[in-house]
């Protein structure tokens, strides 16, 4: 059955599930404040780089199941569900999370709400948000109680949205349980689909459900973390990171994912998520608790430093005026997201040591030229690679991964490559006369 939603919010999240929504038959309308975003939206332009994305986007922008607004009125007129998708960045000069714009999400569309409506929000906020935003719902509504707030985070990965959001692995609903009303039958019926599939669902509290996303990122992180605080003494013995990660990998209890190690994590979500998660658990009392996330958090930043001081060393001791190449601005493969990238920061401290920096992105030159315009970007990896002294490999895309060392042998002034992501084959380029550095590897 198709639902009229709306989603407030088009940026990496809201944008993607606008168009997720539509796909699953669902007539959506979403709603930013940024006009000119909502203008290249509306005329089927994805204003990031998201595989899969545009396709989906233009084909419901054209069958009209999908358009895009600046006007909040619109939104609540037309509209039964709302989801609120906007951004929580980190506090500028703080660890806590931004609620300057769920807050004003709310702030704009309760007060319009003149029918019943359910709002559910995806945004990753700080526990106990949700209980404060239905009661304020319920306030700023004309409907009153008939405005219902649950909360339904979201777990979509950039680069692999599309099919995140069409075919989550699980679904997850906090409810007020002395207030439940016609949320979770809503819900149902939003993804019913996904539940025909038979979806797992988890249907529970409101802090609950706020809780499960920031753990599930700092899990994530601190899965990651181990990894690196592991390949650290990998590096001091010896021995191999990632043989290691493959044996521990094969416990079933400990999976392989997660365990690659290597310059660590970035983006929008992890190491904000981490730092908000122990922001607020210092301002419930329990900060004790999350003590290790500033270890993960330190082991993370270490990760960026180390392979600063790796150059360094393999250029005999002087960055000033050697010749550089990093592969890889994004925070990861498949993205242009440059926020919190390990790559960037690497190309940016290394070009403020005084070394001659050339960075290639794929798709992360234009984002990263706006945080780094001093950098020199090449329009190619040959391009970044010719005549350098060294090069390493910060994110690991495919175009990076096939390339091949006799052929860029040939570009360098010198064969040294540090490969930041351990996703190079190591053997195909030591043959080949490379000078090979993986991380927490036998040749670090
Ligand atoms: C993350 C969560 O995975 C997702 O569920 C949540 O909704 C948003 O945050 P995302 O930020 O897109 O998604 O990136 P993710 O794929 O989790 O990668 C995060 C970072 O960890 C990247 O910088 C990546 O390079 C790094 N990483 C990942 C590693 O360093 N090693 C690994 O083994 C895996």
């Given at each position: 059955?198709?639902?009229?939603?709306?989603?407030?919010?088009?940026?990496?999240?809201?944008?993607?599930?606008?168009?997720?929504?539509?796909?699953?038959?669902?007539?959506?309308?979403?709603?930013?404040?940024?006009?000119?975003?909502?203008?290249?939206?509306?005329?089927?332009?994805?204003?990031?780089?998201?595989?899969?994305?545009?396709?989906?986007?233009?084909?419901h922008v054209d069958s009209g199941r999908l358009r895009f607004t600046t006007d909040v009125r619109e939104v609540a007129e037309f509209a039964d569900v709302h989801f609120i998708g906007v951004g929580t960045p980190q506090l500028k000069g703080g660890y806590g999370a931004d609620m300057s714009y769920v807050d004003a999400a709310i702030e704009s569309l309760a007060p319009l709400l003149t029918r019943p409506a359910i709002i559910l929000g995806k945004s990753t906020v700080p526990v106990g948000t949700a209980a404060r935003l239905a009661e304020r719902v319920r306030e700023l509504a004309p409907v009153g109680d008939e405005a219902q707030l649950g909360w339904n985070p979201e777990f979509l990965r950039e680069g692999f949205a599309v099919e995140d959001t069409l075919r989550p692995d699980r679904l997850v609903l906090g409810v007020d349980p002395a207030n439940p009303g016609r949320i979770e039958e809503v819900a149902r019926r939003v993804y019913a689909q996904a539940l025909a599939r038979e979806t797992p669902i988890v249907v529970t509290d409101l802090a609950t459900a706020e809780l499960v996303k920031v753990s599930a990122n700092a899990f994530l992180a601190t899965k990651i973390s181990f990894i690196n605080a592991v390949a650290e003494v990998c590096?001091?013995?010896?021995?191999?990171?990632?043989?290691?990660?493959?044996?521990?990998?094969?416990?079933?209890?400990?999976?392989?994912?997660?365990?690659?190690?290597?310059?660590?994590?970035?983006?929008?979500?992890?190491?904000?998520?981490?730092?908000?998660?122990?922001?607020?658990?210092?301002?419930?009392?329990?900060?004790?608790?999350?003590?290790?996330?500033?270890?993960?958090?330190?082991?993370?930043?270490?990760?960026?430093?180390?392979?600063?001081?790796?150059?360094?060393?393999?250029?005999?001791g002087k960055l000033a005026d050697a010749k550089i190449?990093?592969?890889?601005?994004?925070?990861?493969?498949?993205?242009?997201?440059?926020?919190?990238?390990?790559?960037?920061?690497?190309?940016?401290?290394?070009?403020?040591?005084?070394?001659?920096?050339?960075?290639?992105?794929?798709?992360?030159?234009?984002?990263?030229?706006?945080?780094?315009?001093?950098?020199?970007?090449?329009?190619?990896?040959?391009?970044?690679?010719?005549?350098?002294?060294?090069?390493?490999?910060?994110?690991?895309?495919?175009?990076?991964?096939?390339?091949?060392?006799?052929?860029?042998?040939?570009?360098?002034?010198?064969?040294?490559?540090?490969?930041?992501?351990?996703?190079?084959?190591?053997?195909?380029?030591?043959?080949?006369?490379w000078d090979y550095r993986g991380l927490g590897r036998h040749s670090a």
């Open positions: 059955m198709s639902e009229r939603l709306s989603v407030i919010g088009t940026g990496y999240l809201g944008a993607t599930h606008a168009a997720g929504m539509a796909e699953l038959g669902h007539e959506v309308i979403g709603l930013d404040i940024d006009a000119e975003k909502i203008e290249r939206l509306s005329r089927g332009e994805v204003p990031f780089y998201e595989p899969g994305l545009p396709e989906l986007l233009r084909k590096e001091a013995t010896g021995a191999d990171v990632k043989d290691l990660a493959d044996a521990i990998g094969y416990d079933e209890r400990i999976g392989r994912k997660f365990l690659g190690a290597g310059l660590g994590f970035g983006g929008g979500c992890l190491p904000k998520d981490i730092r908000a998660f122990m922001a607020r658990a210092g301002e419930l009392g329990v900060d004790e608790a999350l003590t290790f996330l500033r270890e993960v958090d330190n082991v993370n930043r270490r990760r960026r430093q180390h392979v600063v001081q790796m150059a360094e060393r393999e250029l005999g190449a990093v592969l890889g601005a994004a925070f990861k493969p498949d993205s242009d997201d440059v926020r919190d990238s390990p790559a960037l920061d690497v190309a940016g401290q290394l070009h403020l040591a005084g070394a001659h920096v050339r960075v290639h992105d794929p798709e992360g030159m234009a984002n990263a030229a706006k945080v780094w315009p001093t950098l020199d970007f090449a329009d190619s990896p040959e391009d970044a690679v010719r005549d350098a002294d060294l090069i390493i490999v910060a994110t690991e895309w495919k175009q990076f991964r096939a390339l091949d060392p006799n052929v860029v042998g040939e570009l360098v002034a010198h064969k040294r490559i540090i490969d930041g992501r351990n996703c190079l084959p190591a053997e195909e380029w030591i043959a080949a006369g």
